[in-house]
């Protein structure tokens, strides 16, 4: 091999012909050394050039064999809790696999992104493995990429159009100290939101070409009218706290990656025990091109940003109105042009709802919709007005309902069906004494906690259940549905399962078939609608009469207008009320005093009398050809 100088852009490993040119930035490092390995062994060490604060090098020559690492060294500055390790070798913040040859070419076949408008978009958030990791799944690949193609038939059927992905940036499993209190075995991180490496999809989610395949899934999905969304995690790394723990990021300049306290100890707004300095130019940059290169590359759709209010800190850790970072996203004609998803708020609850629209394309993590629509459901007193504003698209805080997505649960907290059979969190397995978690889960157990055989009870749940998949598909904004709802599938009632890589977590295929015949006929129903969203003023408001809404009663009714105009009645109350129709034809499409599969999603139902009795926690959904 002949060793040349190199250049200093672009950062990472670029390979021209048989030329490897490797670029990474330290402004703290005195040294810094490329490593080849040849079947795990160090086969060179090659000391990099300095341009400034980036060390480059370039290799002329190279085998396929050969993967690479860098290893910096320097003084010791109690400031910037920088300390250079001589025999820690780092990964490459830009690195996209670590094997020192050309990716290659993937044939696309001339299939295009969708392009689904977001008043059309309804989200599935799922688990690359625990989606098809289960027995019952029955796919060949299972807990992978090409697992998840093999299941495309099935969200066709559901009826959804974007999958969202929960972390496949490449992480460490091992990131995590808590055991197993029944068998002392340690745990693993199985969510994944502690990224390590942002260019890189994990490894074990693909076979054995993890670029490739992820490439195939994103290739597939969009021959059959679906989009793909990242939950991406850049508010922070999974470099834990420690001096002794070194990955890239830490190693090759601790005080530019990371928020630092002025004794080089580290800020924690994301509760991982680190933040990233993303308001600073080079972790700017790093954002940004990773996003550039899951969008140009790997051809996603859009992205879900974890704990998204750290963009708002500055590089002293201080909140911000005007950030750097959300400025050059809001700017750059490639990012801008994605579906773009912030989780406004932070471990310290810093929440920033309405900070982010500003910025043009960005759109929401509704939390107030989830917590309202739960208080609600459940029969929470003085819950109506606040219900009403965010079924309505959240008017108050949005411009548009574009720009929020609705959830009633999603990965962090509850189920659907645990939502309705506990009380209370039981994260006793996870090993931390049932500490983690949140306790405010809204949720109400319907008089039993946990599995019952009692029959008036397991109807009212499964009934509450089809009260909040009502709520959430007739609402303005952006429906979102966590993985395994459409089936009825329990956690047990842990809130908080990131360590579960077990079937508390996995996806069990064989749960029950009617729920998602609901989940897919109401799915398809909102779809027939065409959505478009409305304004605040073209609903119409009721009370057990015509025009007489009574906000200080637990009942209300509201009109949507449209080709076919929707009346919804929620009774979230012990009492059964007699209501008065608006004027006109009315026909039952769905009460959820009924079973799964008693309802008229896919064509007329029954004309409704003028006046009827509405039961206790039903719901009515009724639709009018006038």
């Given at each position: 091999m002949k060793i040349l100088k190199g250049r200093k852009d672009p950062l990472g490993l670029t390979i021209t012909q048989n030329r490897a040119n490797f670029a990474v930035f330290s402004g703290s490092a005195t040294a810094v050394f490329l490593g080849l390995f040849k079947e795990g062994k160090l086969f060179q060490e090659i000391l990099l050039n300095r341009t400034e604060n980036v060390w480059h090098v370039e290799v002329e020559g190279f085998t396929d064999n050969l993967t690479y690492a860098f290893r910096a060294e320097g003084p010791y500055d109690p400031k910037k809790g920088q300390l250079f390790k001589k025999e820690a070798w780092l990964s490459d913040p830009y690195v996209k696999s670590n094997q020192v040859r050309v990716i290659e070419t993937f044939d696309w076949q001339g299939v295009f992104s969708p392009n689904i408008s977001k008043e059309n978009l309804i989200i599935y958030e799922m688990h690359v493995r625990g989606f098809t990791q289960h027995s019952t799944a029955r796919v060949t690949k299972p807990g992978t990429f090409l697992g998840i193609i093999e299941k495309i038939p099935y969200l066709k059927e559901l009826g959804v159009n974007c999958i969202e992905l929960m972390p496949i940036f490449g992480f460490?499993?091992?990131?995590?100290?808590?055991?197993?209190?029944?068998?002392?075995?340690?745990?693993?991180?199985?969510?994944?939101?502690?990224?390590?490496?942002?260019?890189?999809?994990?490894?074990?989610?693909?076979?054995?070409?993890?670029?490739?395949?992820?490439?195939?899934?994103?290739?597939?999905?969009?021959?059959?009218?679906?989009?793909?969304?990242?939950?991406?995690?850049?508010?922070?790394?999974?470099?834990?706290?420690?001096?002794?723990?070194?990955?890239?990021?830490?190693?090759?300049?601790?005080?530019?990656?990371?928020?630092?306290?002025?004794?080089?100890?580290?800020?924690?707004?994301?509760?991982?025990?680190?933040?990233?300095?993303?308001?600073?130019?080079?972790?700017?940059?790093?954002?940004?091109?990773?996003?550039?290169?899951?969008?140009?590359?790997?051809?996603?759709?859009?992205?879900?940003?974890?704990?998204?209010?750290?963009?708002?800190?500055?590089?002293?850790?201080?909140?911000?109105?005007?950030?750097?970072?959300?400025?050059?996203?809001?700017?750059?004609?490639?990012?801008?042009?994605?579906?773009?998803?912030?989780e406004p708020w932070d471990a310290v609850g810093n929440k920033q709802g309405d900070s982010f629209p500003k910025w043009g394309p960005w759109s929401v993590w509704n939390g107030d919709f989830q917590d309202h629509v739960r208080a609600y459901i459940k029969g929470t007193d003085g819950s109506q007005s606040p219900f009403a504003e965010v079924f309505t698209g959240s008017h108050k805080k949005f411009q548009s309902p574009s720009q929020c997505v609705n959830y009633v649960t999603t990965h962090d907290g509850f189920s659907l069906m645990d939502l309705v059979s506990y009380n209370l969190k039981h994260n006793e397995e996870n090993g931390e004494g049932n500490n983690d978690g949140t306790d405010n889960n809204l949720s109400w157990n319907c008089g039993v906690e946990g599995p019952t055989d009692n029959p008036k009870i397991n109807h009212l749940r499964e009934k509450q259940m089809r009260n909040f998949l009502i709520a959430l598909f007739l609402s303005q904004g952006i429906p979102l549905i966590k993985m395994g709802d459409e089936v009825g599938h329990s956690q047990k009632g842990n809130n908080n399962p990131y360590v579960q890589d077990n079937e508390i977590s996995y996806l069990n295929w064989d749960q029950n078939k009617k729920i998602f015949s609901f989940f897919s006929a109401l799915i398809a129903f909102r779809r027939a609608r065409n959505s478009i969203f409305m304004k605040e003023k073209e609903f119409i408001w009721h009370g057990t009469e015509p025009l007489k809404a009574d906000w200080n009663n637990r009942f209300i009714a509201v009109v949507l207008k449209g080709?076919?105009?929707?009346?919804?009645?929620?009774?979230?109350?012990?009492?059964?009320?007699?209501?008065?129709?608006?004027?006109?034809?009315?026909?039952?499409?769905?009460?959820?005093?009924?079973?799964?599969?008693?309802?008229?999603?896919?064509?007329?139902?029954?004309?409704?009398?003028?006046?009827?009795?509405?039961?206790?926690?039903?719901?009515?959904?009724?639709?009018?050809h006038s």
């Amino acid at each position: 091999m002949k060793i040349l100088k190199g250049r200093k852009d672009p950062l990472g490993l670029t390979i021209t012909q048989n030329r490897a040119n490797f670029a990474v930035f330290s402004g703290s490092a005195t040294a810094v050394f490329l490593g080849l390995f040849k079947e795990g062994k160090l086969f060179q060490e090659i000391l990099l050039n300095r341009t400034e604060n980036v060390w480059h090098v370039e290799v002329e020559g190279f085998t396929d064999n050969l993967t690479y690492a860098f290893r910096a060294e320097g003084p010791y500055d109690p400031k910037k809790g920088q300390l250079f390790k001589k025999e820690a070798w780092l990964s490459d913040p830009y690195v996209k696999s670590n094997q020192v040859r050309v990716i290659e070419t993937f044939d696309w076949q001339g299939v295009f992104s969708p392009n689904i408008s977001k008043e059309n978009l309804i989200i599935y958030e799922m688990h690359v493995r625990g989606f098809t990791q289960h027995s019952t799944a029955r796919v060949t690949k299972p807990g992978t990429f090409l697992g998840i193609i093999e299941k495309i038939p099935y969200l066709k059927e559901l009826g959804v159009n974007c999958i969202e992905l929960m972390p496949i940036f490449g992480f460490d499993e091992t990131y995590c100290f808590d055991v197993n209190p029944k068998t002392g075995k340690r745990y693993t991180n199985y969510w994944g939101y502690n990224t390590l490496h942002f260019f890189a999809p994990y490894h074990k989610y693909g076979v054995s070409d993890p670029i490739g395949e992820f490439k195939t899934l994103v290739r597939e999905l969009h021959r059959n009218g679906m989009e793909i969304l990242l939950d991406v995690v850049y508010s922070h790394t999974g470099e834990e706290a420690n001096i002794n723990y070194y990955v890239n990021f830490r190693g090759l300049d601790n005080s530019v990656y990371y928020l630092l306290n002025a004794d080089g100890s580290y800020q924690d707004y994301t509760g991982c025990k680190n933040t990233l300095n993303c308001n600073h130019p080079v972790v700017q940059d790093l954002i940004l091109s990773s996003l550039r290169y899951w969008i140009e590359e790997m051809h996603v759709d859009g992205f879900r940003f974890d704990l998204a209010s750290v963009f708002n800190r500055d590089t002293e850790g201080r909140i911000i109105t005007d950030s750097p970072l959300l400025k050059r996203i809001a700017s750059d004609p490639v990012i801008n042009k994605v579906k773009l998803i912030a989780e406004p708020w932070d471990a310290v609850g810093n929440k920033q709802g309405d900070s982010f629209p500003k910025w043009g394309p960005w759109s929401v993590w509704n939390g107030d919709f989830q917590d309202h629509v739960r208080a609600y459901i459940k029969g929470t007193d003085g819950s109506q007005s606040p219900f009403a504003e965010v079924f309505t698209g959240s008017h108050k805080k949005f411009q548009s309902p574009s720009q929020c997505v609705n959830y009633v649960t999603t990965h962090d907290g509850f189920s659907l069906m645990d939502l309705v059979s506990y009380n209370l969190k039981h994260n006793e397995e996870n090993g931390e004494g049932n500490n983690d978690g949140t306790d405010n889960n809204l949720s109400w157990n319907c008089g039993v906690e946990g599995p019952t055989d009692n029959p008036k009870i397991n109807h009212l749940r499964e009934k509450q259940m089809r009260n909040f998949l009502i709520a959430l598909f007739l609402s303005q904004g952006i429906p979102l549905i966590k993985m395994g709802d459409e089936v009825g599938h329990s956690q047990k009632g842990n809130n908080n399962p990131y360590v579960q890589d077990n079937e508390i977590s996995y996806l069990n295929w064989d749960q029950n078939k009617k729920i998602f015949s609901f989940f897919s006929a109401l799915i398809a129903f909102r779809r027939a609608r065409n959505s478009i969203f409305m304004k605040e003023k073209e609903f119409i408001w009721h009370g057990t009469e015509p025009l007489k809404a009574d906000w200080n009663n637990r009942f209300i009714a509201v009109v949507l207008k449209g080709k076919e105009n929707l009346y919804v009645a929620f009774n979230p109350s012990m009492n059964k009320f007699p209501v008065t129709l608006p004027p006109g034809k009315w026909f039952e499409v769905v009460n959820t005093e009924k079973d799964w599969g008693e309802h008229y999603l896919s064509k007329d139902g029954p004309m409704l009398p003028q006046t009827f009795e509405i039961a206790p926690f039903s719901m009515l959904l009724a639709k009018s050809h006038s």
